[in-house]
């Protein structure tokens, strides 16, 4: 059964940092990709990155700020965002994919947590 549950979101000023958590049941660990996508208020649904084994990628509007990392005795997949843009503010999703890219499906995904980059 997956299992996504997501935390960390808060207010951040520009240019801080910030670190998101995705706890995850062991079913999607060892079946999926874990990705993380943001929605915004009248913006399309963007693919921030996706962590599958020892391979991860980055969407291209995060690369060099942002960076995916995993847990796996804890079962938490982590979002850590640098250098924080007033557009990186959305609600943060960690979900499944079948394969890491910017392209696939979102299989399941938990209920977000909000960020909010302003000063």
């Known amino acids: 059964q997956v299992q996504l549950v997501e935390s960390g979101g808060g207010l951040v000023q520009p240019g801080g940092s910030l670190r998101l958590s995705c706890a995850a049941s062991?079913?999607?660990?060892?079946?999926?990709?874990i990705a993380w996508f943001r929605q915004a208020p009248e913006r399309e649904r963007e693919f921030v990155g996706c962590?599958?084994?020892?391979?991860?990628v980055l969407g291209v509007s995060v690369q060099g700020r942002f960076t995916i990392s995993r847990d796996m005795r804890n079962r938490t997949i982590y979002l850590r965002m640098n250098n924080v843009k007033p557009e990186d503010t959305a609600v943060y999703h960690c979900?499944?994919?079948?394969?890491?890219?910017?392209?696939?499906?979102?299989?399941?995904w938990g209920q977000g947590t909000r960020v909010t980059v302003s000063s």
């Open positions: 979900a499944t994919q079948n394969e890491c890219t910017d392209s696939a499906t979102f299989l399941q």
């Open positions: 962590i599958k084994g020892n391979f991860f």
């Open positions: 062991a079913f999607a660990l060892d079946y999926y990709g």
